[in-house]
């Protein structure tokens, strides 16, 4: 009985060398920042979409490809 109390003291230090170790480890805490996607407006309809979904011709932005067409660009 006593040696599981050993041991369970053990693996308890153990565990909590290896959580500080990993803390320390890791980079350090930084606020949270909320991811940013930039938002362009459809040249033809004015419908607001993310830039990475937009099509692009002559430096104007589309929410499809109809609306690329019905613009002549
Ligand atoms: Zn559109």
Redesign the pocket.
Known sequence: MKYLLLLMLAAYVLWRWREAQAARGSPPLRPEQPQTIEMVA?A??G?HLPVLQALTAHGAY???AA?QKASGV
């Open positions: 459809c033809h309809c419908v589309f929410c499809s609306h």
